[in-house]
């Protein structure tokens, strides 16, 4: 790659306005996508089950003997008290959620498959599987009633929602009779934010006499999940129990006494505990205690033991507790009875002078399914293209060598360490009760910290409610493996627990090293002004940290991100708007929300950076980005995944998108942040670019590189421009764009090289920057599609500003949509909140005004 001086190197690309975004991001669809509930990354992982190299449900033999498990897509028998685990099924999807039979000869589970979980039948005495339920919909927490004659399920067949269901069981045809939707389909009419405005039912768990249900629904409730209700198992009026905030995973189980209910809460803590209450209500009290998740608890049949999953060591783990006592047993997998014949796979990651690489590894069947080791934690994309893949991408985080245990097959062996070096790539030939081995030699492309670039992810929440417990030093792992440098993990509410708090510290993190970096940092979560990034905080959290947040303590809309942003910036940090826009908004259409306070802080000049790459459409973001460039404010380009990686199914990990600051030095937290705030980053989530610009005609013939200023004489210049690509997936598009707009389309060689020099006249100020995209996404890159933007070069002509009146007045009239809804809002703490907020929008939208040219 060709290079120029330090000042000039490397720096990505972004899309155009003119681009056809939703053509784009129309390719890759959300995994279960026919659910119409909102936030699918939050029910997906936390509601939905999901794939784990460990134990992920568990339910008890009618004798109490023994337990049937799902663990890594299959069903597994174990005894207590053994170490032998004999695998049940073996299907074409993924197999969860079992429950057996009273009698002991059925077990019904969740099969995930063709894009949807339909319900299964294992006979346990032939090994035959017969499908119970295929409704096109999402068919999940199937009970058997303890007489055995029915079935309580939760599916999403009625209008996309979560509903209870209940259906006869005819054990002469093994088939359901029809089932019937026991719950009301209620618009609740309440704000809700993470949740739908029509209620839900989770989770239904039988009475022992079989003639009534306990299930978890949020009527009458804005925040959460729900509490838990008491009903008829023939339909008809419901009574709540017992409410708190439970998210998703509580999970009821109702004891054989009848008497007790186990469920998962958190309860004001941190992190999920079983808890019991009776099931008339009343004050529930702890069960389990710990720094971990307890979850999905099932009563023996004789009411002395609770079988559940842990996280405690990271993984997913098999427990029993005895009650009362608090004796516990793990159940552990050692000796494992496959149902078919297995070969083994041996998968070795090395650097092209044979040094073992820490690396993202994929390892595919002909079916698309995916596979891991049993000891590595198994990670799931959250969308996928229909057309080139029937699951979503599977993915584990090797440190160079892992070995996994595999049916007879094809397989296909994928490895990824970020944008700087190449996709390793292999296919195999798997024999039964044979071994094979799998060596990829994955070459560099460019070593960006050798020449003063490091990549970080603005963006991680390093605990989040997944199905693992994350640590530090297992983010960093996971982190290394991404090929990142630098992690931001930001510490944030989860409704009402913050899973990390006790991991803030304002140096880096005791795992850091020269070449890595952990900090951990906040985000401002905020459900009205659009969320926040706090970095390098030097004192403390910033707290409680959100506000509008109807029917609680932090309902009013003060403070405002702007003076969140002073309380940050009085103490060393900088400040990010994050994850954007998935879509487009629009000021001047009165039909769309608008209550995004972005254009606000940087007018301000309280705002230090932008994820141009986020949880978030890029090309969208990049269009609203770039209208706040025209009218001559300058805001770097920052990048962060929002990546969650204690989940088993996420949307990419961390690294999944990275910025690229340039600090010239061996890698320091301060100069890094000062890299991103002085702008000269890019961001990727693939494409590597280099970039230099150099004004001919001038007193100068120096190159100028990424966030420089160009200061220009009154008159024509010509501007060259160095472009460099290199990039490990194809991209179609190399472009130069100014003010906006592209300027100049470059060649490529093979959809992955470049080396050219533009030349430009100029003879008026602008900003510059190059950007590189795909129009279609592209494996092993986990997004809409491959992308890299680098922030922009100033070139200032005669001294007179960059403007746009035509940007100024989208952004005059986007704060006047703010007003109107400030305005409205009726839950302030008093009126000097309100009278602050509403000046601080005036300010800002005095400040477009100025732009504006005012007719004559």
């Known amino acids: 790659m060709k290079t120029f001086s330090r000042r000039s190197l490397l720096a990505g690309v972004v899309c155009s306005v003119l681009l056809p975004a939703q053509t784009v991001a129309q390719q890759r669809e959300y995994v279960l996508n026919r659910v119409q509930v909102p936030h699918h990354y939050y029910w997906r992982e936390m ?5 784990t190299s460990g134990p992920s449900a568990v339910d008890w033999s009618a004798d109490g003997t023994e337990l049937i498990y799902s663990m890594q897509g299959s069903l597994w028998r174990q005894r207590v008290g053994s170490s032998e685990a004999v695998q049940l099924t073996s299907g074409p999807g993924y197999d969860h959620q079992p429950d057996w039979s009273p009698d002991g000869r059925w077990v019904v589970f969740t099969r995930y498959a063709n894009d949807v979980l339909d319900l299964q039948l294992l006979d346990l005495e032939s090994g035959e599987v017969t499908t119970l339920l295929a409704n096109g919909a999402v068919n999940l927490d199937a009970r058997w009633s303890p007489d055995g004659r029915r079935l309580a399920f939760v599916s999403t067949v009625y209008e996309g929602r979560w509903h209870v269901f209940v259906a006869p069981f005819e054990s002469t045809t093994r088939r359901l009779g029809e089932p019937v939707r026991i719950t009301e389909d209620r618009d609740s009419q309440l704000p809700r934010y993470y949740y739908s405005v029509w209620d839900h039912y989770l989770s239904p768990t039988w009475a022992p006499t079989s003639d009534e249900l306990i299930l978890v629904s949020n009527r009458t409730r804005i925040w959460g999940t729900g ?15 017992w409410y708190e905030e439970t998210t998703w995973k509580a999970r009821p189980d109702w004891a054989p006494d009848g008497r007790r209910v186990v469920y998962s809460g958190y309860h004001g803590r941190q992190r999920n505990q079983l808890w019991i209450m009776t099931a008339d209500g009343g004050d529930p009290f702890q069960l389990t205690y710990g720094d971990f998740d307890a979850t999905a608890p099932r009563w023996s049949p004789d009411g002395k033991h609770i079988a559940y999953i842990s996280n405690e060591g990271g993984n997913t783990s098999l427990w029993v507790v005895d009650v009362p006592g608090g004796r516990r047993q793990q159940v552990v997998a050692r000796d494992r009875r496959y149902r078919t014949p297995v070969g083994r796979l041996r998968v070795t990651v090395t650097s092209a002078d044979g040094t073992a690489l820490s690396t993202r590894v994929s390892v595919f069947d002909a079916s698309g399914k995916s596979w891991t080791p049993d000891d590595t934690w198994r990670h799931a994309d959250e969308a996928f293209v229909r057309e080139a893949r029937d699951f979503e991408y599977g993915y584990f985080h090797s440190r160079g060598d892992a070995t996994l245990t595999l049916p007879p097959g094809r397989y296909v062996v994928e490895s990824w360490k970020g944008p700087e070096y190449s996709v390793g790539r292999a296919e195999v030939e798997i024999l039964a009760d044979d071994s094979a081995n799998v060596t990829l030699t994955m070459d560099r492309l460019l070593d960006l910290p050798a020449h003063g670039w490091w990549g970080g992810d603005l963006h991680v929440h ?17 982190a290394q493996a991404e090929g990142l440098h630098v992690v931001e993990n930001l510490i944030v509410n989860k409704e009402q627990r913050i899973p990390d708090i006790t991991h803030f510290r304002v140096d880096p993190d005791p795992v850091s090293t020269d070449d890595f970096l952990l900090m951990h940092a906040e985000e401002y979560h905020t459900s009205f002004w659009g969320h926040t990034a706090l970095l390098g905080l030097q004192e403390y959290l910033i707290l409680p940290n959100y506000v509008g947040y109807a029917n609680t303590g932090a309902a009013s809309l003060s403070p405002t991100n702007n003076e969140v942003f002073e309380l940050a910036r009085a103490q060393g940090g900088i400040t990010g708007y994050v994850h954007p826009f998935d879509s487009r908004p629009d000021p001047y259409d009165e ?4 209550h995004y306070a972005m254009p606000v802080d940087a007018v301000l000049g309280t705002l230090d950076y932008f994820e141009v790459m986020g949880y978030s459409d890029h090309l969208i973001t990049s269009e609203i980005w770039y209208r706040l460039l025209n009218t001559g404010l300058r805001i770097p380009a920052g990048a962060g995944t929002d990546a969650f990686p204690n989940f088993a199914s996420l949307r990419g990990p961390p690294g999944l998108v990275r910025v690229y600051a340039r600090t010239d030095q061996a890698l320091e937290h301060r100069s890094f942040l000062q890299a991103i705030r002085d702008g ?11 970039v230099g610009y150099r004004a001919i005609g001038t007193d100068t013939s120096a190159w100028y590189g990424i966030g420089d200023d160009i200061e220009l004489t009154e008159g024509p210049h010509d501007l060259q421009i160095q472009v460099t690509l290199r990039s490990n997936v194809p991209v179609d598009h190399l472009e130069v764009i100014r003010n906006g707009e592209v300027t100049r389309s470059i060649p490529i060689r093979g959809g992955v090289a470049a080396d050219t020099l533009v030349s430009l006249p100029v ?3 602008g900003w510059y920057l190059v950007r590189a995209y795909a129009d279609q996404p592209r494996e092993p890159i986990l997004d809409l599609y491959p992308f890299a933007s680098t922030s922009p070069t100033y070139v200032t002509v005669g001294h007179r500003p960059i403007r746009s009146p035509r940007d100024a007045a989208y952004f005059v009239k986007w704060i006047n949509r703010l007003l109107e809804a400030t305005d409205s809002h009726l839950e302030w703490n008093t009126n000097d909140e309100r ?3 509403m000046k601080t929008l005036t300010n800002a939208l005095k400040a477009y005004e100025a732009l504006v040219p005012v007719p004559q």
């Open 462 to 478: 390093m605990n989040y409610g997944g199905a693992y417990r994350n640590t530090p030093s297992n983010l960093k792992h996971q």
């Open 227 to 241: 509490g838990f209700w008491r009903m008829s198992a023939a339909g008809g009026p419901m009574r709540e129990l």
């Open 47 to 51: 509601y939905v089950p999901q794939v």
């Open 835 to 837: 009278e602050k907020t």
């Open 763 to 765: 003879d008026e100020s």
């Open 680 to 690: 000269r980053t890019f961001v990727t989530n693939g494409p590597l670019l280099g």
């Open 591 to 594: 039909s769309q929300s608008l």
